[in-house]
């Protein structure tokens, strides 16, 4: 079992930062792929970003240049720093893993954080 820790939501204005915190225990190893989603109110949840076990990043094409995924192996932590950040962010983040090696890393995601909740204001 993967336990995920998250932290760093809050509030922030329009053109703010943030970063959000994952903190992956209970393997021995790094999760092979980690990633942040979000679900506004109303709203379908959403891939955010992914960062596998190589340091290869995905973005979802809205948040491009804005938002940096990365991850500290040593520590097991993910991160997710928001920049520029919009009103169109608010969401809840969520953060999710999956466990594997390089070369047999399981489909989709099987470990989820709480949430934490991002608001931007205008």
């Known amino acids: 079992q993967v336990q995920l820790v998250e932290s760093g939501g809050g509030s922030v204005q329009a053109g703010g930062s943030l970063q959000l915190s994952c903190t992956a225990s209970g393997t021995i190893s790094s999760p092979c792929r980690m990633g942040w989603f979000r679900q506004a109110p109303g709203k379908e949840r959403e891939l955010v970003s992914t960062?596998?076990?190589?340091?290869?990043?995905t973005y979802i094409t809205s948040v491009k240049g804005r938002f940096t995924i990365s991850q500290d192996n040593t520590k097991n932590i993910l991160y997710l720093q928001m920049n520029s950040l919009k009103t169109e962010d608010t969401a809840a983040y969520y953060c999710?893993?999956?466990?594997?090696?390089?070369?047999?890393?399981?489909?989709?995601?099987?470990?989820w954080g709480q949430g934490t909740q991002v608001t931007v204001s205008s």
């Open positions: 960062i596998n076990i190589a340091g290869f990043t």
């Open positions: 999710a893993a999956n466990v594997g090696s390089r070369d047999n890393c399981p489909l989709g995601f099987s470990y």
